[in-house]
């Protein structure tokens, strides 16, 4: 199994297939990626943390949350050193350094969208996202395409709690959510994994030492 604990990365023997499949189709799955008990603190976090909202013009609309023992808990455990060679071995993209995200939710009566697009900026590399809703949603599947072509390259929903989908980011590729429909939201820890500037432990030391 491969998962973030409380504690640790836990790393199992699955990479040379996730590789495989990663080459192949630009994306994989990643079951259970987080460990039920920071699951359980994620929810309650997404439970009393603030939401603003946050349009991205013809891209996208949706709300973020605010709330940053929730976002410095996700980002510490995604930007192990651990975790984060596991992502350079899946993807290939041994460049990578930091991952950096946000925790945003997709509401059906709020009209929120998902357009496609590339993400292929600021140096980012590889894109996840993890479920962070505790019940299943309607919609809201991830969806990759060829620049410039109609078909679909690959359709993944991911609705169960804790799972994560990681994704190539590349001019050639386009990715893009499909609408949220029903009553509840979609919830997601999503971003990417970039290289160039300092990892993420190493900036949280020195932002330490300059308070």
């Given at each position: 199994?491969?998962?973030?604990?409380?504690?640790?990365?836990?790393?199992?023997?699955?990479?040379?297939?996730?590789?495989?499949?990663?080459?192949?189709?630009?994306?994989?799955?990643?079951?259970?990626?987080?460990?039920?008990?920071?699951?359980?603190?994620?929810v309650?976090?997404?439970e009393?943390?603030?939401?603003?909202?946050?349009?991205?013009?013809?891209?996208?609309?949706?709300?973020?949350?605010?709330?940053?023992?929730?976002?410095?808990?996700?980002?510490?455990?995604?930007?192990?050193?651990?975790?984060?060679?596991?992502?350079?071995?899946?993807?290939?993209?041994t460049?990578i350094?930091?991952y950096?995200?946000r925790?945003?939710?997709?509401?059906?009566?709020?009209?929120?969208?998902?357009?496609?697009?590339?993400?292929?900026v600021?140096?980012?590399?590889?894109?996840?996202?993890?479920?962070?809703?505790p019940?299943?949603?309607?919609?809201?599947?991830?969806?990759?395409?060829?620049?410039g072509?109609?078909?679909?390259?690959?359709?993944?929903?991911?609705?169960?709690?804790?799972?994560?989908?990681?994704?190539?980011?590349?001019?050639?590729?386009?990715?893009?959510?499909?609408?949220?429909?029903?009553?509840?939201?979609?919830?997601?820890?999503a971003?990417?994994?970039?290289?160039g500037?300092?990892?993420?432990?190493?900036?949280?030391?020195?932002?330490?030492?300059?308070?």
């Amino acid at each position: 199994m491969i998962q973030l604990t409380p504690t640790r990365f836990v790393g199992g023997n699955e990479i040379r297939a996730l590789r495989d499949e990663f080459q192949e189709l630009h994306s994989v799955r990643l079951p259970a990626l987080l460990h039920p008990d920071v699951m359980r603190v994620m929810v309650q976090r997404l439970e009393t943390g603030a939401w603003i909202d946050k349009n991205h013009g013809k891209y996208g609309k949706e709300i973020i949350l605010d709330d940053p023992p929730a976002l410095h808990l996700a980002h510490f455990l995604s930007n192990t050193h651990e975790f984060l060679q596991f992502i350079r071995e899946l993807s290939g993209c041994t460049a990578i350094s930091h991952y950096g995200g946000r925790v945003y939710r997709m509401v059906p009566s709020l009209d929120h969208y998902d357009a496609w697009h590339s993400d292929a900026v600021k140096e980012r590399l590889v894109g996840m996202s993890i479920n962070l809703g505790p019940r299943p949603y309607l919609g809201g599947v991830f969806r990759l395409r060829e620049k410039g072509c109609d078909e679909i390259l690959r359709e993944l929903p991911n609705t169960v709690p804790g799972d994560a989908i990681l994704f190539r980011i590349s001019p050639e590729l386009q990715h893009m959510v499909s609408p949220v429909e029903g009553l509840e939201p979609k919830t997601a820890f999503a971003g990417w994994f970039q290289s160039g500037g300092p990892d993420f432990i190493s900036s949280v030391r020195t932002s330490t030492m300059l308070e």
